[in-house]
């Protein structure tokens, strides 16, 4: 629960902060003014985002962890991957209430209308990419590689998330909430995957395999 807080904490902050159009609102539009500048690289990047680029590269880590699991014989194989697309639903679940609670209208870059906080693109992003990351990292035995694949999904929502601020498709508190709620869908993940990965390491037996 202790690793839940900063990101919680944060996240009321900032959402109070959206809501009272207080201070950090005023930090948050000049931020915006000096970083938006609409080209054809920061569409790219801000597509990272997009459904139809995130959605299959946790597609296909679900299935490799789900096939990886069964083969070895694992009891409960089913539960890392069930849990990782649960963490891509509850996305919108959390998001879409939010941007209608909040009201927040867009940049000056985009057409006049209202519900961009949080960002959508941004936390599909943060849990596609960390998701299919965590579920990756038990396979890999090679520490390079597992630096390599937390790097690159890293520089993924790092892309996405740069790439809606320079484009103007939302605030930089946007942006920032969405990390927050990643980091939390994100930490319930990780709990359940590493103890899976404990009770994998210790020897307890499948009910396919039998005792050991």
Request: aromatic share 6%; hydrophobic share 50%.
């Amino acid at each position: 629960m202790l690793l839940l807080a900063p990101p919680v904490l944060l996240f009321a902050l900032i959402t109070w902060q959206v809501v009272a159009d207080g201070p950090l609102v005023d930090l948050d539009e000049r931020l915006s003014r000096a970083l938006v500048h609409p080209d054809r690289a920061s569409e790219l990047l801000a597509d990272l985002g997009n459904v139809q680029v995130a959605l299959p590269v946790l597609a296909a880590a679900l299935a490799g962890a789900a096939w990886h699991g069964r083969a070895g014989g694992l009891d409960r194989w089913w539960l890392p991957p069930l849990a990782g697309a649960g963490a891509m639903v509850l996305v919108p679940v959390l998001v879409a209430p939010l941007k209608e609670w909040t009201d927040r209208p867009g940049t000056p870059a985009v057409p006049p209308a209202v519900g961009y906080y949080p960002s959508g693109h941004t936390a599909t992003a943060v849990v596609a990419y960390g998701a299919a990351a965590l579920l990756l990292l038990p396979l890999l035995r090679s520490p390079a590689v597992r630096r390599a694949l937390v790097g690159v999904c890293a520089v993924l929502v790092a892309g996405a998330s740069y790439g809606l601020v320079r484009r103007g498709y939302h605030w930089p508190l946007d942006v920032a909430a969405s990390w927050c709620l990643g980091a939390v869908l994100l930490t319930g993940l990780w709990l359940l995957v590493s103890r899976s990965s404990r009770r994998r390491s210790a020897g307890t037996p499948s009910r396919r395999t039998g005792p050991s």
